[in-house]
């Protein structure tokens, strides 16, 4: 899939301080374009010390011994569905290309109930929840303003719920959702003796939004452009001292809009160093936003999303981000339905049944 090395894109950086129609526009020609953007993170937005201490905690808990972190293993009893600790190797992203698991370590954490994370916490975590708290609820607050310039740029009527269509299928206080804040670490290794070994393989991410944050000299995030080529995302494409934080498209918003939002495949690949230099490891944050479990996946009522599907000729597939990712136009899940099944595939568990309602 794709050559390596494609041309670079230019991924839009835009501000949503002041939302507007005109913003809402841009952010949504962004999304259907490439599936990725960039939403500026100075002067408002996340404060920048509250990612740099998200990013010590990170380094502080993966430097712990393997006992600390895998007393919380995404495998045990207690950590609960898709949460914990995910040593070397446990993810697969993209199985159908990979002889082994991706050369990352993460730890996922689910959401929270009054400030309480409802997994237990290995120590070094566990010593900084309010922390780690505060800043899930940055996230989500800022994937609910890219949610509502969506809803704005839809045109969606007021009639159905308008701009806030989407970000009332994310409201935390009507029910629970799959949203998970996940710290990831790519050690340095050695050169990997496979060609098929990748940092994260080809994917696309499961929810409707995904947050990502990068460190300044730790790039490999690449996504797969439209003519089918990888291009590399920068990790800062801006001369502001604050990085603009990187907002995708997951499944989950492509479905509800036909593909007319781009849930865009993209991996981590090893850095290539020069001659004689240590590579560097990666550390990265990603915030999946997920809707509530219960969230029905039919279209939005809206007339762009429409045309879109006729344009792309009616009763054919939809196809939507990558692999697991394909949905019949009249077959209708939930939002937990389709994360238990994309679940299933990366970590080769069997698919849980739907539960009987
Ligand atoms: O670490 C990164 O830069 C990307 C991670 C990612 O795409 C994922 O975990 O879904
Ligand atoms: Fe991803």
New binding site residues.
Partial sequence: MGSTNGTDVSIPVIDISSPSLNVAKDILEAASTYGFVFVKNHEVGIPPEDIQGMFDLSRTFFSSPTEVKAECSINSSKAGKNRGWLSMHTETLDPAHQKRGDFKEAFNIGEFLNGKANQPLPAPLALEEPRIARFADQCHDLCNKVLRLFGAALEIPASEGGASWFSQRHDRAKGPSGSVLRLLYYPSVPAPPDKTDIRAGA?S?YGSV?LLFQLPSQPGLEILTPSNTWAPVPVNPTSLPTPPILVNIGDLLSYWTNGLLKSTV?RVIFPQPEEGEQSEDRYSI?YFCHPLDEARLVSVPSRAVKEFRSAEGEGQKIKVGYGGGVGEADEIMTAKDHLNRRLAATYGLKEEKPEAS
Avoid: M, Q, R
């Fill in positions: 994917h991410d995904t993209h990603a």
